[in-house]
């Protein structure tokens, strides 16, 4: 059986029933999607239900560090919420459907919005690491996308991606970030397959092409969050200067401590949203 086999309709709907019946009567109405070095946001969640990878159908252990491998359930805010703590990247050999999964599986529970984050490589000259940025837009360049085949139920074939993360909840975090005085960026994401950081030839490719920061993951969760007609937020954590931009090397180590510096601010924005939804 392969991976696509694997995340099929059989093993969401596995998953889904899985899930919950660990939450019971929790509903969640928000997911919440943590990036790497920013698992800590999970454990501002109340009444907690921790759930592990390895008791949900289909889903694997995470393989990169910084990703805890549960789901949270709870509440944030009063809001119910559903907080994965590690996700699925391609670069572990994952197909995209996997990837998607939990997105997928958010979407049957009955959630309605999902907030993505991730550590990313700032490719804006005028980003100083650690930061945030709110993201307005994407650009896939995993050239992997969760939809090939055949059409998930309840998913449209030929989603709208004209706005894929919601302009009012893009105003809404701005207006948060305004209040608590939190530096918030604002564009684009690029995302590659890696696992290998990009060189600097590519970066200056992706800096020509309108791409203000990149990094691994998110797409695959986006572009399956539209096709179920579910709102996206995203925020990127800016961990370091691309490739190129500096003479510093790149490390993942460094990255996962960079996370940890603006965890803080990333759930202070998250919990004002969740406030003002």
């Known amino acids: 059986m392969t991976k696509q086999e694997r995340a099929g309709s059989g093993t969401l709907l596995a ?13 969640p109405q928000v997911a919440i999607v943590l990036g790497s070095g920013l698992a800590g946001v999970a454990d501002a969640v109340r009444d907690p239900v921790r759930i592990p990878y390895r008791e949900i159908p289909g889903f694997p252990e995470p393989g990169a560090p910084g990703h805890k491998g549960e789901l949270v ?7 119910p919420v559903l907080v994965q703590s590690g996700r699925f990247h391609l670069y572990e050999g994952q197909a995209p459907a996997l990837a998607a999964l939990p997105t997928r599986l958010f979407a049957t529970l009955g959630v309605k919005t999902i907030v993505v984050t991730n550590a990313a ?3 804006r000259r005028s980003f100083r690491p650690p930061t945030l940025m709110l993201i307005a837009d994407h650009i896939n360049l995993m050239f992997r996308n969760p939809l090939v085949g055949p059409v998930e139920e309840g998913e449209e074939r030929f989603p ?19 209040d608590e005085r939190i530096p918030l960026e604002e564009g684009v994401y690029a995302a590659l397959l890696g696992p290998s950081f990009e060189s600097p030839a590519e970066i200056r490719m992706l800096e020509r092409i309108g791409a203000d920061a990149v990094g691994m993951s998110t797409v695959p969760e986006v572009i399956a969050a539209r096709a179920r007609g579910l709102r996206c937020l995203g925020f990127s954590s800016i961990t370091n200067v691309a490739s190129g931009l500096s003479a ?3 490390s993942h180590l460094e990255v996962l401590e960079a996370g940890k510096q603006v965890a803080g601010q990333l759930e202070q924005l998250i919990r004002g949203v969740l406030k003002r939804l």
């Open 15 to 27: 998953a889904a029933e899985a899930v919950a019946k660990r939450l019971g009567k929790l509903k």
């Open 121 to 123: 490589g700032g490719i």
């Open 248 to 250: 510093q090397k790149l």
């Open 160 to 178: 709208d991606m004209s706005d894929p993360y919601d302009p009012a909840l893009r105003a809404l975090a701005r207006q948060v970030a305004r």
């Open 73 to 79: 359930g709870g509440t944030l805010e009063s809001t």
